[in-house]
């Protein structure tokens, strides 16, 4: 737990967030500013910076968490075919929570969303 980080405060409940998702790691909860419909995010439970500060042994239940999501998104609607996973590492490429998040951006055919690296 870091003092002063929102996303501590959000494992720890002491802000309160509709939580999609749970397991031993990370939890997942909707983005307060959805760049798109049902943006949400993956965030470690473990105060831990970005992809550089997480322990690589923690991949598979992250990978395990993004499946699972996006089953739990498929479920609730079944427009979406498709989803993208961004995460900034630094605030040179965008990150300004620095706590470890992974976004969730579920994917609807012709939802107008450009997510290109061009
Ligand atoms: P990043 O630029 O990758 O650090 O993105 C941080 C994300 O956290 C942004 O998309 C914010 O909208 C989101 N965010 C910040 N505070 C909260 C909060 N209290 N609950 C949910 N999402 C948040
Ligand atoms: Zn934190």
Redesign the pocket.
Known sequence: MEENC?FCK?VNKE?P?KMIYENDNFVA?????PQIKGHC?IVSKKHFVNSLDIPATLGNELIGAIKSIFELKVKEDKSIEGFNIVQ?NFPVA????MHA?W?FLPRRKDDGKHLRLE
């Open positions: 929102i959000i802000i967030v909860f909707p983005d307060v500013a995010l900034n965008g990150q300004i929570v998040h976004h």
